[in-house]
């Protein structure tokens, strides 16, 4: 089952998150038919968008992400609830570009290695809070921490990981997020980059089968580390026909009109491709409502 954790360290200024989202992951792939390097450019993404969604206090909020370079994949967006549940779409689902060594994927040069990771924090107020840096190699790992660091002045390393099996199915899916709190001091700084340096990459842990708790407690080896709490987070679209409704009456008069005399229109959800028809007196039902 995917799930994220959330803890602290009791000696040191840190608080910690990590997750397991192969499930999530796969969906997004089912979904949206993704290639390889696609998945794991999108897996990234939506596995960050959990960890940074679980990081709010309000009940109804949530995070956007959207990473667009100047790579073939377009625009790579990921969007979370307060509860760290995910949904997202890759603009260019069926790209490849050329392995780096190894035969790993080189998501870098799918996503572009220049461009910007937009931010964008709704917390329930009349304006939500909009951040952006620029692409610091298109990793989304290392944009994430970028992030962080640049626009909340918080030191954070990141690590995410997706590995594809050979059916191009998702194997494994996870990563961490670690941030220092004010007061860390340089022993605690050292000791951290220790511990990332000692672990390496995600994708190896994973594939040993390590889940997030364990995850962390490798990298934050040096600590006495706290689980906070852990919870289960999944791939799951918000849309309804309610709320779709509600988008074309938005377009107003002449377009619902214009739709009207086509006989009919079909809307489909760009998170999770189910298609919503409208016939020509259900526009009718929605034009009034416009017009009242």
């Not at 200024?13 to 999108?42: C, Y």
């Not at 987070?233 to 377009?251: D, E, G, N, P």
Request: glycine share 10%.
């Amino acid at each position: 089952m995917d799930q994220l954790i959330r803890a602290t360290a009791q000696d040191a200024p840190i608080q910690a998150m990590a997750i397991s989202g192969a499930g999530l992951v796969e969906r997004a792939r089912q979904i949206h038919d993704t290639w390889p390097v696609a998945t794991a450019a999108l897996g990234r993404l939506l596995l960050g968008a959990s960890m940074m969604g679980s990081m709010l206090k309000q009940a109804e909020g949530s995070v956007t992400l959207r990473v667009q370079g100047d790579g073939p994949l377009g625009t790579v967006l990921a969007v979370s609830d307060s509860e760290g549940n995910v949904r997202g779409y890759v603009q260019n689902p069926a790209v490849d570009v050329p392995r780096k060594a190894h035969a790993k994927l080189d998501v870098g040069a799918a996503v572009g290695h220049q461009g910007r990771l937009s931010v964008v924090k709704d917390l329930g107020l009349r304006d939500p809070y909009v951040g952006a840096v620029e692409l610091v190699g298109g990793e989304i790992a290392e944009d994430l921490a970028a992030y962080f660091v640049e626009s909340e002045q918080i030191p954070t390393a990141c690590a995410l990981g997706v590995l594809i099996a050979p059916d191009q199915s998702v194997q494994a899916a996870g990563g961490y997020l670690i941030q220092l709190l004010p007061g860390a001091d340089e022993s605690v700084i050292s000791a951290v980059e220790r511990g990332i340096a000692r672990v390496g990459a995600v994708s190896a842990q994973l594939d040993r089968g390590l889940g997030p708790q364990q995850l962390l407690e490798e990298v934050l080896s040096d600590f006495r580390l706290e689980v906070l709490e852990t919870v289960p987070v999944a791939y799951r679209c918000t849309c309804s026909r309610q709320r779709v409704s509600r988008a074309l009456i938005s377009l107003g008069e002449q377009e619902l009109r214009s739709m009207i005399q086509e006989g009919g229109t079909e809307l489909t959800c760009q998170f999770c491709d189910r298609r919503y028809p409208f016939s020509r007196p259900e526009l009718e039902a929605l034009l009034q409502q416009a017009l009242s």
